[in-house]
């Protein structure tokens, strides 16, 4: 029980962090270079991964690190960034809370990955939670940031199944994971290069803010997020991201001092209640009967593997 909270707590890095960087992105980074900031936020990331794991892609994970690397951080990315600068904080983070019910259904329908009850429970709950946060009727939503975060989050489903179905026990996490930041974040770099020219200048505060998404928000909450999914339950691991949105939604008070209504307080408990329903100790319970879902980048071998939540579960590449 209490190695289960441990490990969760570790893996709770990943979305808070994320939840951070709406707010990061939108009030620090240059709203014009989305492009840029997408390929400051990758590119070293990745190769400081890299060195860390000091291993090259061999055969079909060249093509396969470019398409994941694609999906889960190059188009993602940008679309993450835009989405940032032209919706609220609170939104923003919000929006990319469906993503595990979207990931278990995903999974479902192309890796017979059955979802575990109280995961679905928790999923529907946390959905709950974030409609309250963000169907306030305050605040006048763009469009346009709406369109490139519901997109992120599609896309990055599909990276996910996609790396489920490429899992290769060979490649240790660390090393996949930096191929895909490297790949993505190359292909931004090209780009930017030709899109938006020469790089932006960045100030001060710029500069911190782009160092803290792409080590703090990048590099290390990727390898948190596997480090979880390793130890826990997949749909475990996908319900603590619904942390993000709170994160941005508390983020956003905090320094942004953006007003927090009574409906927004009360969809943040109930965020809180779907994280907790999803909990090892009470999924253990109908794992019996199903098999968890992967709202990131949980192996293909889990549509096989023994139904005993506490199996250890490897990961490939990927994340949100």
Request: glycine content about 10%; overall charge positive.
């Amino acid at each position: 029980m209490e190695g289960n909270l441990r490990h969760m707590a570790l893996t709770a890095y990943a979305p808070l962090t994320w939840g951070a960087s709406y707010y990061v992105t939108r009030h620090l980074l240059p709203a014009d270079s989305p492009l840029w900031g997408s390929a400051l936020r990758a590119l070293p990331a990745g190769l400081v991964l890299l060195l860390v794991a000091r291993r090259m892609p061999h055969g079909s994970w060249w093509w396969r690190s470019l398409v994941l690397g694609t999906l889960n951080m190059g188009a993602f990315f940008v679309l993450v960034y835009v989405a940032a600068q032209l919706l609220p904080t609170s939104v923003a983070a919000t929006v990319m809370a469906t993503s595990p019910l979207v990931m278990m259904l995903i999974a479902w329908a192309l890796v017979a990955q059955r979802p575990a009850l109280p995961a679905v429970a928790g999923g529907l709950l946390g959905l709950v939670g974030v409609g309250a946060m963000v169907l306030t009727g305050g605040t006048s939503l763009d469009p346009r940031g709406l369109v490139a975060s519901v997109s992120a989050m599609l896309m990055s489903s599909v990276g996910f199944v996609l790396a489920q179905r490429w899992h290769d026990d060979r490649v240790d996490v660390v090393s996949s994971t930096a191929w895909q930041l490297v790949a993505g974040g190359t292909t931004l770099l090209v780009a930017a290069l030709v899109v938006e020219g020469a790089p932006p200048r960045l100030d001060g505060p710029a500069r911190a803010g782009m160092a803290f998404l792409s080590l703090a928000a990048t590099a290390l909450a990727y390898l948190a997020w596997f480090a979880g999914l390793r130890r826990l339950p997949a749909g475990t691991v996908g319900l603590v991201g619904l942390l993000n949105p709170v994160a941005g939604l508390a983020l956003g008070l905090l320094v942004a001092h953006e007003r927090l209504t009574l409906q927004q307080a009360a969809g943040a408990l109930v965020v809180l209640a779907g994280v907790a329903l999803g909990h090892p100790t009470l999924a253990r319970r109908t794992r019996s009967e199903s098999t968890p879902a992967a709202p990131a980048d949980a192996p293909v071998e889990t549509r096989t593997a023994s139904r005993d939540p506490r199996r250890p579960v490897t990961t490939g590449a990927g994340a949100a």
